[in-house]
């Protein structure tokens, strides 16, 4: 139960990073990042606006290692999330965001990182997740984000995350070998 292990890990983490003090220092913010603050570039990607939106990002950060646990390793999971968020961050720096906090743009690379993994496998459900993932990417940037989800995390939902994050999850995973972990 190797995702379980990393779920807690990762959880604990994330949730120190919403108390105010931290959080603050670690946030994603233009014009600290301007200043030279470069670390929120990644570490932005760790905070979130609320409790509600810190709870639906573990919830979904669980699904996603349960789902794809046989290409995942501690480290890899690790090595991966620093990965994203640090793409995510930089791209997220060419739109005209003055804020972010949130991990979906990385749910959302790790997601269809590991639909291309199993793809790769043949295993035929993850054709079924890819497709039904770029569908509600695909929503997301013509219909707009959920005006429910914006009400409930109490922000502007960042769609230019989710599709960076999707975008970088697939190149990241077409340009790697099959990742299937050897589990003794």
């Known amino acids: ?82 990965i994203f968020s640090l793409f995510i961050g930089c791209l997220l720096y060419i739109t005209p965001l003055q804020g972010y906090a949130g991990l979906s743009g990385v749910l959302y690379a790790l997601f269809f990182w590991g639909c291309i993994q199993e793809i790769k496998q043949r295993i035929t459900s993850a054709y079924w997740l890819f497709f039904a993932g770029a569908l509600k990417i695909a929503d997301e940037q013509i219909m707009g984000a959920s005006e429910h989800i914006t009400h409930l995390i109490n922000a502007p939902v960042a769609i230019e995350a989710h599709l960076f994050g999707s975008i970088i999850g697939i190149l990241f995973s077409a340009a790697m070998p099959n990742m299937k972990e050897n589990r003794q």
Not at 18 to 46: C, D, M, Y
């Open 1 to 82: 139960m190797i995702y379980l292990r990393s779920w807690l890990v990762i959880s604990i983490l994330i949730v120190i990073a919403q108390w105010e003090a931290i959080h603050s220092f670690l946030i994603w913010q233009r014009p600290k990042i301007i200043t030279g603050e470069w670390w929120r570039i990644v570490t932005g990607n760790w905070t979130h606006t609320n409790w509600a939106h810190l709870g639906m990002n573990l919830t979904t950060l669980g699904a996603i290692l349960w789902l794809f646990q046989d290409s995942l390793s501690d480290k890899r999971l690790i090595s991966l999330i620093f």
